[in-house]
């Protein structure tokens, strides 16, 4: 089984930075990706950052310029850079690895708000 824990939600100001962790654990076999997306009450989730184990990494067009997505190979860790802030970024942001299959963490709270 796979276990993702992701940290670092909170509640920042419009034009601060938050940064969120994700380290996955358990029985990880071939990763194809890791990536954050995040979701709002009423809305589909949708794909934040995304970085391939080929290397390449994918963005939202709402976050370009912003966010910055990472990757500790060695500790099956990703992270996301959060910049510049905006009210609409509020939402619960989720991990995903991708291997055979994805697997979720259970969400992390983001809060941009005066």
């Known amino acids: 089984q796979v276990q993702l824990v992701e940290s670092g939600g909170g509640l920042v100001q419009p034009g601060g930075s938050l940064r969120l962790s994700c380290a996955a654990s358990?029985?990880?076999?071939?990763?194809?990706?890791m990536g954050w997306f995040r979701q709002v009450p009423g809305k589909q989730r949708e794909l934040v950052a995304l970085?391939?184990?080929?290397?390449?990494?994918n963005y939202a067009d709402s976050v370009k310029g912003r966010f910055t997505i990472s990757r500790d190979y060695a500790k099956n860790t990703v992270h996301l850079q959060m910049n510049s802030l905006k009210p609409e970024d509020t939402a619960v942001y989720y991990c995903?690895?991708?291997?055979?299959?994805?697997?979720w963490g259970k969400g992390t709270l983001v809060t941009v708000s005066p």
């Open positions: 970085t391939t184990t080929s290397g390449s990494t």
């Open positions: 358990g029985s990880i076999r071939r990763i194809n990706s």
């Open positions: 995903r690895l991708l291997t055979d299959q994805p697997y």
